[in-house]
């Protein structure tokens, strides 16, 4: 068990992984959002991560930016 700082903890199934050279955006829905997560390649396979996959996506963000139409 691991304690984590980050409170925003969605829980999600991994719907496409896309790989590219050095890192893989993993697409996910958390009911009914859609999400993408870019991770390293490495990390991906090292998590053993495919499609179907359930996960839990933690967001720890400095900033988040919003706009709306003139």
Not at 6 to 24: D, F, M, V, W
Not at 26 to 34: I, L, P, Q, S, Y
Request: proline share 0%; glycine share 8%; no cysteine.
């Amino acid at each position: 068990m691991m304690r984590l700082s980050a409170r925003n903890q969605l829980r999600a199934r991994i719907t496409a992984i896309t790989e590219g050279e050095a890192t893989a955006n993993v697409e996910m829905d958390a009911g009914g959002v859609r999400m993408v997560a870019a991770i390293t390649v490495e990390a991906a396979r090292e998590l053993g991560l495919t499609e179907g996959s359930e996960v839990v996506a933690m967001i720890k963000a400095s900033d988040v930016m919003l706009a709306v139409a003139d």
